[in-house]
């Protein structure tokens, strides 16, 4: 997609690159004058097309990524530091005064949203927003963890005093598909209940960092955060070589989160909090509402270009109702607006990755030397920076683009006549976090349901697979996730259960009296925030 200078709103011109020379280190923007790396949009704003230059960031080496495990380890300080000994107010406090800040970075935020991954306007938005409201629900959620915990329980003679402790260091590494959103599911719970952090952004999606960084550091003691720029072998690998992070918080592929977790000396030690790759199928019964199943559909594949791993990956269609819902959906794929992140109703934009398209035509090529066609007019029309959504039918289990998290926008439809053909493809799958299911009669619908919530973690009935909202469960089984990611189950994820015990005597009675009195504990206390 290419555009001119003067055709792109005022609002969202590039006028000036984004420099970022600096980088947080135990409380300090550290400024840096190594080798840098420069950062590109697809979106071009020329008249022939040229990638738009949007500035740079540094390349820190291993040096600097151990400097920030220091800075990281000693602000825990093996459970003693300021921030995992601090009061529950003291910290939401600090979460408070952070998200006060990034509120005033909307604009800045969004823009580069657009810029960097390609994610439209509105969509760019909800990411901030949803992001935002996630904070405060944390906070929330954490407020009701801690009145929950302001109590002593006794059984068989002895008090217990039980709350949810720190786990140590955390590493967070986000994606490029929600570098905002997804990265602060990972990086907010953990900080709020104790941890410390070293967070590396993804490779897309980096940009959009830079205007938060000064939040970061006025709202956190030091070291409790600490951002870091580079490649993940040069600085994530070295961190967990190291030994000293106590959890990888990682939402990406399964190959990284395992070449990480391999290199750690102390393995089992090791907390992992993981969203990873999907192949979410949908499954279309022969009574399904087609107009329905078809917009849902619409949505979960083509939604931010397929590049989620909620997306619909795969469709099994009934071989009764195929050529109709083929037609029909065709027809509305094709009706979709390609455009720039901006345009008004644009539903497909650039990718960000440059050898996305060319990846996807592979995927093309080869389903249809095994077999399927392209059914759709536009499917695989290719510009310098995307690839039309491409229909393939009949696919085939065994093809790539069924095979793979394709992470783009193809389509693959499996016909099929017996319900255990997608539940067995299901079933042998390396991945299980969701499946969207279509149709209408409830003595059909009920033995399906029981036999796929015992394959995916969530079934989502006449709708297309998606996150939210937040506060459910998000996971999945096998190779699509580790830990469970929501506003309750994450504060859940990165901490541990951790309880005073005492004998009930006089003895011990007299003291635990004291203590409450007094107040010099905070963590035996039941004082709570309303």
Not at 342 to 355: H, R, S, Y
Not at 453 to 460: G, M, Q, S
């Amino acid at each position: 997609m290419t555009s001119t200078f003067i055709e792109i709103p005022e609002k969202y011109k590039v006028k000036q690159l984004i420099h970022q020379t600096t980088y947080l280190l135990n409380g300090e923007l550290v400024k840096w004058t190594g080798a840098t790396s420069d950062i590109y949009s697809t979106i071009s704003s020329t008249e022939d097309y040229k990638p738009t230059h949007l500035g740079s960031i540094p390349v820190l080496t291993q040096k600097e990524a151990l400097m920030a495990l220091d800075a990281a380890s000693e602000a825990f300080g093996k459970g003693k530091g300021l921030w995992p000994t601090m009061k529950v107010a003291d910290r939401i406090n600090c979460m408070e005064n952070f998200v006060k800040q990034m509120k005033t970075k909307r604009e800045e935020v969004v823009k580069l949203l657009m810029w960097e991954i390609g994610k439209n306007l509105i969509d760019s938005e909800k990411e901030f927003d949803r992001t935002v409201e996630y904070i405060y629900n944390t906070i929330e959620d954490y407020k009701q963890m801690d009145r929950d915990s302001a109590k002593f329980h006794k059984h068989d003679g002895v008090h217990a005093h039980i709350r949810r402790g720190p786990l140590g260091v955390v590493l967070c590494l986000g994606p490029y598909n929600y570098p905002l959103n997804e990265t602060f599911a990972l990086l907010i719970p953990a900080l709020i209940m104790g941890n410390t952090a070293i967070f590396k952004p993804a490779k897309y999606g980096v940009l959009l960092i830079s205007p938060l960084l000064e939040a970061f550091q006025n709202s956190f003691p030091k070291g409790v955060v600490n951002i870091l720029y580079g490649r993940g072998r040069t600085v994530a690998t070295p961190i967990m070589k190291d030994g000293r992070v106590d959890v990888l918080a990682l939402i990406g592929h399964s190959r990284s989160a395992n070449a990480l977790q391999d290199v750690h000396p102390k393995s089992n030690r090791l907390r992992m909090v993981l969203g990873l790759e999907a192949n979410n199928p949908a499954i279309i019964l022969p009574d399904a509402d087609l107009e329905l199943a078809i917009n849902e559909c619409i949505t979960g594949t083509t939604s931010f270009n397929g590049q989620r791993c909620t997306a619909l990956k795969v469709l099994y269609v009934h071989k009764d109702i195929a050529d109709e819902f083929n037609s029909r959906f065709s027809e509305k794929i094709d009706a979709l607006k390609f455009g720039n992140p901006w345009d008004a109703g644009v539903k497909l934009t650039p990718l960000p990755e440059p050898d996305k398209p060319a990846y996807i035509k592979e995927l093309i090529d080869d389903a249809i030397e095994n077999g399927a066609q392209i059914i759709n007019k536009k499917g695989g029309q290719t510009t310098y920076n995307y690839i039309f959504p491409a229909i393939m039918y009949p696919a085939k289990n065994d093809m790539r683009v069924c095979e793979e998290e394709q992470f783009g926008p193809i389509i693959p439809i499996i016909p099929f006549t017996d319900i255990n053909e997608p539940l067995d493809d299901m079933a042998s799958s390396n991945y299980g976090q969701q499946v969207s299911l279509f149709g209408k009669d409830t003595k059909t619908l009920a033995p399906l349901i029981d036999t796929l919530v015992n394959l995916v973690c969530r079934v989502n009935l006449n709708s297309s697979c998606q996150r939210g909202p937040d506060v459910y469960p998000f996971t999945g089984r096998k190779d699509s996730a580790v830990a469970t990611l929501s506003v309750h189950d994450a504060l859940r994820s990165f901490s541990i259960r951790t309880f005073v015990a005492s004998k009930d005597n006089y003895y011990n009675n007299a003291i635990l009296e004291e203590l409450l009195d007094s107040r010099a504990s905070n963590f035996v206390s039941t004082d709570y925030i309303l």
